[in-house]
């Protein structure tokens, strides 16, 4: 029997929020709780705390937690204490809410449990719900300025869905949670759309003709000025997708309409989907400059350039170690692996050694078929229930051309590719964010 919250250690109050609450990414869909009438409530016995600071809202399939530090980074750049809510952590629970990039403390989480446990537990909250109190809690317990928030799932029935944000993001729409959101590109786009707020400004990233007419539909319901980023690129081209630190050249307007001359913005974090998310970012900077959040090109180039170190944000095109070359990354659906998988059959390498799993909510038939075919394959399964046997796994591979071997947990599987690689191979590991979740706790 656990211990009453009071005197619970830290471990002991996480594993409490771990089984006493539905937590989406260890069970899937029970977990999932659509509506706000739970986070409302605990919203109220709060006394109402993301009131007590402004809010960016960042939703959208792909790419919305590069974008979400990003973000942040820029805005601590410019001064602010900057409040960031991500989801799912990767290694230790402290990972999702962060003031200034310095995660909420031990004693923090501990002491929210033991103050509002009376009130919470008889309304048997999601994780995610619980979590999003506790963040916009410590966000005004800490007197941020301004907290940058990163949706869970979807967007409408979202938990952090209870702000006015000065600003929302819609990165972009593809498959993924359909059990949930919907079959169709249009149904996603509506529940994503549903962040959209009376009046307050929306960037969407990326559209296409099924997502476009929703979105412009519902800006237009709601009064709320849009701009469609990628039909006016600040971001006028790549100099570096292939070395460690890309570097755009922007075209960046200011408040009274001039634009700056070419710029160089070197990004820290890597992976050809970067490009569209600098994009997006740099739009995003383009309203929050007008209306004074950052003063200008000096604050953005510090926040793109040492978005990491700000922040703590890893597993974004993320390079381990050298000789082999090791890279993880947290792209899991059908939409980040087009970009991932273009990248993969770029590398320059003796053999590429790719260890590789997913979990079941997933398309992994569509990813599969994205994979190279020439590598050699380490099937694996991450600690979550949700994950596909790495068993399956491999069956399923085979059909589509890709062979290798199967091991039980990424650390096996990760140890195994080490093993039988030279200075000049290329080791990838992902295909979840639990498998780079799990293998941060090794590597």
Request: aromatic residues 10%; negative net charge.
């Amino acid at each position: 029997m656990l211990l009453s919250p009071y005197y619970m250690t830290y471990q002991e109050t996480i594993e409490y929020l771990f089984k006493s609450t539905p937590v989406f990414e260890k069970v899937g869909a029970s977990a999932y709780k659509p509506g706000l009438d739970t986070t409302m409530a605990l919203d109220s016995h709060l006394g109402h705390p993301h009131r007590q600071f402004k809010t960016i809202h960042v939703g959208g399939t792909n790419g919305k937690g590069s974008v979400a530090h990003t973000l942040a980074a820029i805005l601590q750049a410019a001064g602010h204490r900057v409040g960031l809510f991500t989801s799912p952590h990767l290694v230790d629970f402290r990972e999702r809410i962060r003031v200034n990039g310095k995660t909420i403390g031990k004693q923090e989480v501990i002491d929210f449990v033991a103050q509002h446990r009376s009130f919470f537990e008889p309304l048997h909250p999601s994780f995610f719900e619980l979590t999003t109190a506790m963040a916009f809690w410590y966000f005004a317990q800490q007197e941020v300025d301004i907290a940058v928030v990163e949706v869970g799932l979807g967007g409408r029935l979202d938990s952090t869905n209870i702000i006015t944000p000065i600003l929302s993001v819609v990165t972009n729409i593809s498959f993924d949670h359909t059990q949930f959101l919907g079959h169709t590109l249009e149904l996603i786009a509506t529940e994503k759309a549903g962040i959209i707020k009376e009046g307050v400004p929306v960037i969407i990233g990326e559209a296409d003709e099924h997502t476009r007419p929703v979105f412009a539909r519902t800006a237009f319901e709601r009064r709320a000025p849009i701009i469609f980023a990628e039909d006016d690129k600040i971001v006028a081209g790549n100099l570096g997708k292939d070395t460690d630190t890309p570097a755009y050249v922007v075209n960046l307007k200011v408040s009274d309409g001039q634009r700056y001359g070419e710029n160089r913005v070197a990004y820290e974090l890597r992976g050809d989907y970067q490009e569209k998310n600098a994009n997006t970012i740099l739009w995003a900077c383009e309203l929050l400059q007008q209306e004074g959040w950052i003063n200008g090109l000096e604050d953005i180039r510090e926040g793109f350039a040492h978005v990491c170190e700000m922040t703590g944000l890893v597993g974004r095109w993320q390079r381990l170690r050298e000789q082999p070359t090791v890279i993880c990354d947290t792209g899991h659906n059908v939409g980040g692996w087009q970009y991932v998988s273009a990248q993969l059959k770029r590398q320059q390498c003796d053999t590429m050694r790719i260890v590789f799993g997913m979990v079941d909510d997933k398309d992994i038939d569509t990813v599969l078929g994205m994979l190279p075919k020439e590598a050699v394959y380490y099937f694996t399964q991450a600690t979550t229930h949700r994950a596909i046997p790495a068993t399956t796994v491999a069956e399923k591979a085979v059909s589509h051309g890709l062979h290798g071997q199967h091991y039980p947990t990424v650390a096996y599987a990760y140890h195994a590719a080490l093993a039988d690689a030279t200075s000049n191979d290329f080791i990838f590991v992902g295909g979840s964010s639990y498998v780079v979740a799990d293998l941060l706790e090794i590597a």
